[in-house]
C-alpha cells in the first residue's frame, strides 16, 4: 500500500504538472504516455485513501507514523479527489488524535 502511495507521488512530483487538469478531475481518465504511472495509479491511491478513512481509530493510529508524511505529500497533488479524501482523513482520523474538533 505505502509504496504505491509513494511511488504515485515520486510521479505525480515529476510528471503531474505535464498533465491536462481536466484528466485530474476524473482519475480514471489516461493523461497518455506523459506520467503512466501517477494517471493510472490514481484510481489506486483513491481506493488506498478510501480505505484508510474506513479505519477504525486504533488501526490508524497504529500507522500513523507510516500513513501521516505521505498524507502531507499528497496534500500537493494536482487531483481534486485526492486532496478531498486527505481531507477527510485529517478530520475523522487524524483531529481525534489531536484532540480537535471538526464540528
Request: hydrophobic letters at 45%.
Amino acid at each position: 500500500m505505502m509504496d504505491v502511495l509513494e511511488n504515485f507521488l515520486i510521479s505525480e512530483e515529476k510528471d503531474g504538472t505535464l498533465i491536462d487538469p481536466n484528466v485530474w478531475r476524473m482519475s480514471s481518465e489516461s493523461g497518455g504516455k506523459v506520467a503512466v504511472y501517477c494517471t493510472s495509479f490514481a484510481v489506486v491511491v483513491v481506493e488506498i485513501l478510501n480505505t484508510i478513512i474506513m479505519f477504525s481509530t486504533d488501526q490508524f493510529a497504529r500507522h500513523k507514523n507510516v500513513i501521516f508524511p505521505v498524507l502531507c505529500s499528497l496534500v500537493k497533488v494536482q487531483s481534486d479527489e485526492i486532496r478531498g479524501l486527505i481531507y477527510t482523513i485529517l478530520s475523522k482520523q487524524v483531529a481525534p488524535l489531536i484532540d480537535v474538533s471538526m464540528e
